[in-house]
């Protein structure tokens, strides 16, 4: 009897899963959707084959991931140009995002409640209508919205009302009122949860109450969500890069840095003002490697199948097919071509414009 309950209790225990290990197409997925561009080399080097577990953290955690993380909120919130907010306060808030000095709605707290904000979004109509339907999701066109929206913007004209659920008589206790709301811990990992996943969040999701509750929750349920195995199933469907994920992407790749706001504001503006961007990223592609500024990989007559293969593993984050190996090979070895082409054919190819 003793032998048969041993027995089956040993059927009973589970092996613990299996750790997923990077590979280069999830390490140029996780970069493109933390860091807005490709591994670095020697990220490469250091998180090729390890457990996503462990890469994840250290990608997510970085000062980096703040900065872009904030600056894609500023993009949300269409606060670019001249609406995007100055100051001390905002050029120290990743790094107080990463030193867990102030949670993410506390960040976009300061967004709301900038001068650039009120500036984009003057008057209490506009005001209120971009807060609730940006932060709650809400359509403000809905008929059981339009008192909510009235009576915000009586609050954001100095008049006493009840908002929300909270008293107020202010523009700030139009933000906070709307901060506090459940719908906005739900309306912030709704985006996210798209974003990295493709999927909607369910409604009845833990991870809401969780953030709800405190704040500082929210990297670690992005990071959860990055380690799990639907994240890696989402690999089998490749993704267009926005114009922030190309621009900052293809300077990474071909100079190994990011480009300046200067010069992403002036890029930003040409590809916005084409109806087809995909021809001008190729153009652009080529003139940044005309730039004698790049930084490729180095290529050697004997070694020239290598070069390839890490042109493609780099770039694309594939091998080369034996087709496209033998022809890269022939325009190398047999027509005389530059190391240069290859690179040009790569970044200027359709593929590279997805990750």
Known sequence: MCGKTAAATRTRIKPAPMPILVTRRLLQRLCYEVLLRGPSPTELRM?????????????L????????????????????????????TFEKLPSRLQNHELDPRAAIAEILLSTGFSLRNPGNDTFVTVVLEQCLGYRVQDAKIK??????????DGKKGRFLGKDGQSQSDVVQSVLAHED???HLLSREHQRLLGTPLQKDSSAIALVQKDYQQFFPVLTEWLQ????VDALQQRRAKTERQFLRGLYFDLL???PSYEELRNLR???QAMADPAPLRSV???VVLDSGQCKLPECLPEKAAEFVRECFLRYLAREPSERELAAFLKVLLQDGGLPLQVVRVLVGSLEYQTY
Do not use: C, H
């Open 47 to 59: 998180f090729d084959g390890a457990e996503l577990a462990t890469v994840v953290p250290r990608l």
């Open 61 to 88: 955690q970085s000062r980096e991931a703040m900065t872009v993380w904030f600056e894609e909120q500023l993009q949300y919130f269409l606060l670019l140009d001249q609406f995007r907010p100055q100051g001390e």
């Open 147 to 156: 008192p909510i929206l009235a009576v915000g913007k009586k609050l954001y």
């Open 184 to 186: 906005f811990a739900r």
């Open 228 to 231: 799990s195995q639907a994240y």
């Open 256 to 258: 190994e840095r990011t």
């Open 269 to 271: 503006n040409a590809m």
């Open 284 to 286: 652009l592609a080529k």
